[in-house]
């Protein structure tokens, strides 16, 4: 075995300084040689002191120092020693000491221990657990290709493949059945994503699924099956199926209707409209609908009116038309407007394209009527729908109006009495109030006197349609306007039971406005109300007065039905003015049947053309005895003629007044028995306080 060189060349430095270092300090004890001497052992007891104050390597610096220390010390006894006896033995046992120990190579090589050293034997550590065993079960070779790289993955989840199908039809789609190596043991900690990474997939398209027993084969959690369907998600993308599409972008969980399940896709060539209908299961719940992100995803804008959702229990029907149902033109006919025998026409069409139907009267007796609009929404053009309905029904039609127009001119040639101004309207009233007294004596066919039901024989009436266009204006009149409202609250309570019923139109229907609380409940309670063109700010206080739940409000429709023109950019860059925009939400509002308001177009009836067609020839009038009753009650008379005397109280005495001055029309009880309006014309002066002394005690 070698010897290190740094070994032979210490043992071979001591040899020789041992001579020297017996001879040197008995031959010259003053010369320079023996003073260096003595000097590095010197130095070498320094260096020892030093290592014994250090922390670390302290015996391997002493030892490292020990020739030079004990070298010194050696020669410095010869010095003091006679004869060479001794000097030569110290220095002969230093040498063989160095050449021993050696202190200045071992102490170098301390990383590197000489081979007579024991050698380290490497810790052991635990044995790996043995592979699973593979058994050739006679497997075909695509499931030993799939085994081969499941093994190279390191086995995911400590599984074996049992058995791997390829689905028809696709490269890389395949089905593995898997089990536990160990038996007994349940198969955990497998993941998609371990899954994936074996086969070089997207972690999405790993999907796993319980094995269910069956005969000939277990089952359970020591069981899996794992699909892997990487070309299936790629032509689901591409090219999806209709099921598959709604599911991925309508029905998943954060989809606009979630949870649902696509049923059937209806294509109606004819209207233009395509009806898409799904179902949600019954343990969800009500369906949820987001109408924003469904339009969305059907490629459209909520606000163009194209989009329109019918909920009917856990079944949702979504209606996508071509172009907004809103923004088209449903004339009107006599057809539509002729009530059937249930007492229902058609208003208009929804914007599903179902008919929205009102009616002319209902169970309860004969049916009122409530129309708001702002001014241009359409609410005379439903008025007129109305009047035409009833006048085809045969009922008797009056129509008093604020203030005049054109249309509501023509529409006042088709009824029984037409006229302008609040004067008119309490006189009409009045009228109406009357006829509930005189029809609940007159007697039908069989002698007894009944409520009015259009659905038995021997009525001795017709109905009566009474209209009040511009009614809020009518009813904050300062001389008439009190006793208008609390008439219109009369005949809303008990108008129905005698086949009167009450039509009122108007801009609003607030508390604040003057429309009282009993009155719009009245009217809500006994008929379909039809709202049109409400601002977007007043949408929700509108629906809130009419009853309707704060969940049930609908959203403002868009202010154009028209979908704007593209090309805006280009007209910017090109310094061009916009295209005017197309206001057409006139007719367009909400049918309230029940608690939740639908949108509609109400039908349009032509008055430049002509509306004759939509009337019946001859003009249903009150009855022989009906008129004479009002006659009776001074009622049936030109209603157009200023105010009569007595009309609105006894007319005070001016025997002793000024004969120029007007006359007052206020302070007596009304002949028809209804309430006198409070406010009458003012007393401003002392001759007028003391005329309406004299009328209150009749001096």
């Not at 038996?183 to 999907?207: M, N, Q, W, Y």
Request: aromatic content about 6%; some cysteine; hydrophobic content about 40%.
């Amino acid at each position: 075995m070698s010897i290190p060189r740094s070994v032979v060349l210490e043992r071979i430095a001591y040899t020789l300084a041992a001579p020297a270092l017996a001879a040197v300090p008995n031959l010259s004890p003053d010369g320079a040689v023996n003073t260096g001497m003595l000097l590095a052992g010197a130095a070498g007891v320094g260096g020892a002191l030093l290592a014994v104050k250090a922390r670390e390597g302290t015996g391997r610096k002493l030892v490292r120092l020990s020739p030079v220390v004990f070298g010194a010390a050696i020669d410095a006894a010869a010095m003091y020693t006679t004869g060479w006896g001794w000097d030569a033995a110290l220095a002969a046992a230093w040498a063989a000491a160095g050449w021993c120990v050696l202190p200045l190579s071992r102490s170098e090589r301390r990383h590197h221990r000489p081979a007579l050293a024991p050698i380290p034997q490497p810790a052991r550590t635990a044995p790996a657990p043995p592979a699973p065993t593979v058994v050739d079960d006679g497997a075909d070779a695509f499931t030993r290709e799939v085994r081969l790289l499941w093994e190279r993955a390191g086995t995911p989840g400590r599984t074996m493949v049992v058995h791997a199908d390829r689905h028809p039809g696709t490269h890389h789609d395949l089905t593995m059945l898997l089990r536990a190596a160990e038996p007994g043991r349940p198969i955990t900690g497998l993941s998609e994503a371990a899954v994936a990474a074996a086969f070089g997939i997207g972690e999405g398209d790993v999907h796993f699924a319980p094995v269910v027993q069956q005969p000939g084969r277990q089952g359970g959690p020591g069981w899996l099956e794992v699909h892997l369907t990487p070309d299936e998600a790629v032509r689901r993308r591409k090219a999806p199926t209709e099921h598959e599409w709604w599911a991925d972008r309508i029905g998943s969980e954060t989809g606009p209707i979630p949870g649902s399940v696509f049923a059937k896709q209806v294509r109606d060539k004819q209207r233009n409209v395509t009806h898409y209908i799904a179902q949600v299961p019954d343990e969800l719940g009500e369906p949820r609908v987001n109408p924003h992100a469904l339009a969305a995803a059907l490629k459209t804008k909520y606000d163009e009116g194209r989009l329109f959702v019918t909920i009917d229990g856990n079944q949702v029907l979504v209606s996508l038309w071509d172009s907004s149902p809103l923004a088209q033109v449903f004339p009107a006919t006599r057809e539509l407007l002729t009530p059937d025998k249930d007492g229902r026409w058609v208003t208009g069409y929804l914007g599903n394209g179902q008919p929205a139907r009102n009616r002319v009267y209902t169970d309860r007796g004969a049916a009122h009527g409530l129309f708001v609009a702002p001014s241009g929404g359409g609410k005379t053009q439903l008025m007129g729908l109305h009047v035409a309905a009833d006048a085809l029904f045969g009922a008797v039609v009056m129509l008093a109006t604020e203030a005049p127009d054109e249309k509501t001119a023509a529409l006042g040639e088709h009824t029984a009495r037409y006229g302008v101004g609040a004067l008119y309207m309490i006189r009409l009233l009045r009228v109406m109030v009357a006829l509930m007294e005189i029809r609940g004596q007159m007697r039908w066919d069989d002698g007894k006197v009944h409520e009015w039901d259009p659905t038995r024989p021997g009525c001795p009436y017709r109905m009566l349609s009474a209209y009040l266009d511009e009614f809020l204006s009518a009813a904050r009149n300062v001389d008439y306007g009190a006793e208008i409202m609390d008439l219109a609250e009369l005949v809303s309570v008990k108008g129905r039971k005698y086949g009167v019923g009450l039509k009122v139109a108007g801009q609003s229907v607030y508390v604040q406005d003057g429309f009282t609380q009993l009155l719009c409940e009245n009217l809500r309670e006994n008929c379909i109300p039809v709202v049109l063109k409400v601002a977007p700010k007043k949408v929700g206080d509108m629906f809130r007065a009419l009853g309707i739940p704060s969940e049930n409000t609908p959203d403002p429709l868009p202010r154009s039905f028209s979908p704007a023109e593209v090309g805006r950019i280009e007209r910017v860059m090109a310094g061009e003015p916009e295209p005017p925009a197309d206001s057409n939400t006139g007719g367009a509002g909400w049918i309230i049947e029940g608690k939740q308001p639908d949108v509609l177009r109400t039908l349009f009836m032509d008055f430049k053309t002509g509306i004759d067609g939509f009337f019946p020839d001859s003009i249903a009038t009150l009855t022989e005895h009906e008129i004479r009753e009002l006659e009776l009650r001074d009622l049936w008379f030109d209603w157009t003629e200023p105010p009569r005397p007595g009309e609105f109280g006894p007319e005070p005495d001016d025997e002793d007044g000024d004969g120029d001055a007007p006359k007052k029309r206020g302070g007596g009880k009304p002949r028809s028995g209804g309430k006198s309006g409070p406010r009458r014309d003012a007393v401003a002066s002392p001759r007028q306080a003391l005329d309406a002394i004299r009328s209150f005690t009749n001096a």
